[in-house]
């Protein structure tokens, strides 16, 4: 389960994204999460169950 301020690391098959989890949102398709990148402020929603979220950071 994710949680409002989490670090999370999401990773593509050209680069993994250290994020922050803004928002918990649920819908049709289950739960999406929208995360901020911290070093350029860009925020973008994910699917968990399509992207692959490799760990949960601790601070």
Same mark, same amino acid.
């Given at each position: 389960?994710?949680?409002?301020?989490?670090?999370?690391?999401?990773? =593509?098959?050209?680069?993994?994204? /250290?994020?922050? +989890? #803004? *928002?918990?949102?649920?819908?049709?398709?289950?739960?999406?999460?929208?995360?901020?990148?911290?070093? =350029?402020?860009?925020?973008?929603? /994910?699917?968990? +169950? #399509? *992207?692959?979220?490799?760990?949960?950071?601790?601070?």
């Amino acid at each position: 389960m994710y949680e409002k301020g989490q670090r999370v690391v999401i990773r =593509t098959p050209d680069k993994e994204e /250290v994020v922050l +989890v #803004e *928002e918990i949102l649920t819908g049709d398709n289950g739960q999406m999460l929208r995360v901020k990148d911290p070093i =350029t402020g860009y925020t973008k929603v /994910v699917n968990p +169950v #399509e *992207e692959t979220i490799v760990e949960h950071l601790e601070d």
